[in-house]
Antibody
Framework: QVQLVQSGAEVRKPGASVKVSCKAS????????ITWVRQAPGQGLEWVGR????????DYAQKLQDRVTMTTDTSTGTAYMELRRLRSDDTAVYYC??????????????WGQGTLVTVSS | DIVMTQSPDSLAVSLGERATINCKSS????????????LAWFQQKPGQPPKLLIY???TRESGVPGRFSGSGSGTDFDLTISSLQAEDVAIYYC?????????FGGGTKVEIK
């Protein structure tokens, strides 16, 4: 079955960087994009961006595009999201997600368990 | 960007009663070639990731109980829980996947009255 397993919680100081991983299993990794969504404490869902696992093409949220980098390692079936120059308002649970099927790569059908990133001095 | 607006922000319904949530998009999410709206509904319980309930505005995801239904087209959509159960207490989000960036509604918290 499809599984997305994310790395554990992280605590960083303002200005630092964090890299969250998302290991996929149960399907052909290069067949589906990986999308990242974040959720600040008690708040709604915010799209961070997505990366093609096939050719590495990326599409980032405009407000984050100068600080975020999404990559993939096809040899291990793992996607990564790195966020630099962290600020307190980056504190959130970060989710990776996969499309439901091959018909629409924007329809998110499978989600990781989430990774809490806390930015605090 | 397409702005998604949900109402109400919260909703308290008696067990067995109907709950209806509305979602409006700032522009149409209807894909003309298929006549399907690219609108999804998610359910999120505390400490869990969102769970896909409905896509293409009215198609239930596999395993989702029949009491959940979606309706609407273009820019105006509803999610209905026909007979609220205790396990349906959650926050519900609509989301358009018509175009990037993906955008979500602000969420509706459903509770038991």
């Amino acid at each position: 079955q499809v599984q997305l397993v994310q790395s554990g919680a992280e605590v960083r100081k303002p200005g630092a960087s964090v890299k969250v991983s998302c290991k996929a299993s149960g399907y052909t990794f290069t067949g589906y994009t990986i999308t990242w969504v974040r959720q600040a404490p008690g708040q709604g869902l915010e799209w961070v961006g997505r990366v093609s696992t096939y050719n590495g093409n990326r599409d980032y949220a405009q407000k984050l595009q100068d600080r975020v980098t999404m990559t993939t390692d096809t040899s291990t079936g793992t996607a990564y999201m790195e966020l630099r120059r962290l600020r307190s308002d980056d504190t959130a649970v970060y989710y990776c997600a996969r499309p439901l099927d091959g018909q629409n790569h924007l329809l998110l059908g499978y989600w990781g368990q989430g990774t809490l990133v806390t930015v605090s001095s | 960007d397409i702005v998604m607006t949900q109402s109400p922000d919260s909703l308290a319904v008696s067990l067995g009663e109907r709950a209806t949530i509305n979602c409006k998009s700032s522009q149409s999410v209807l894909y003309s070639s298929t006549n399907k709206s690219f609108l999804a509904w998610f359910q999120q319980k505390p400490g869990q990731p969102p769970k896909l309930l409905i896509y293409r505005a009215s198609t239930r995801e596999s395993g989702v109980p029949g009491r959940f239904s979606g309706s609407g087209s273009g820019t105006d959509f509803d999610l209905t829980i026909s007979s609220l159960q205790a396990e349906d207490v959650a926050i519900y989000y609509c989301q358009q996947y018509y175009s990037s960036p993906l955008t979500f509604g602000g969420g509706t918290k459903v509770e038991i009255k």
